[in-house]
Nanobody, 126 residues
Framework: QVQLVESGGGSVQAGGSLRLSCAASGDTYRRYCMGWFRQAPGKEREGVAAIDSGGGNTYYTNAVKGRFTISRDNAKNTVYLQMNTLRPEDTAMYYC???????????????????WGQGTQVTVPS
């Protein structure tokens, strides 16, 4: 069982930046693809980014490509999402998730991820 806890959310003006952190329990974390999803009220959960177990491959939805960066520090059992030039449409609850595989197959599909955090809210006022 992997426990995930997100932090770093908040409210920031358009154009600003936030860095989300996801702290994972146990040594199994480093074996897993990790991803970030987000969900806004009335909308479907959306895959934002993912990173494979070794950190060599990353994936991004087109909406955030060039603005967001996913990274991981396996020594600290932590995955990060650096969010720059934030826009109002980025407003959502952001969730950290772990896929029980070395590689990020179907990284954008929530059902592919076995473990989930409780989420952290990101708000970018219009």
């Amino acid at each position: 069982q992997v426990q995930l806890v997100e932090s770093g959310g908040g409210s920031v003006q358009a154009g600003g930046s936030l860095r989300l952190s996801c702290a994972a329990s146990g040594d199994t974390y480093r074996r897993y693809c990790m991803g970030w999803f987000r969900q806004a009220p009335g909308k479907e959960r959306e895959g934002v980014a993912a990173i494979d177990s070794g950190g060599g491959n990353t994936y991004y939805t087109n909406a955030v490509k060039g603005r967001f960066t996913i990274s991981r520090d396996n020594a600290k059992n932590t995955v990060y999402l650096q969010m720059n030039t934030l826009r109002p449409e980025d407003t959502a609850m952001y969730y950290c998730a772990a896929q029980a595989s070395w590689w990020c197959g179907t990284w954008y599909v929530s059902s592919a991820f076995r473990y989930w955090g409780q989420g952290t809210q990101v708000t970018v006022p219009s």
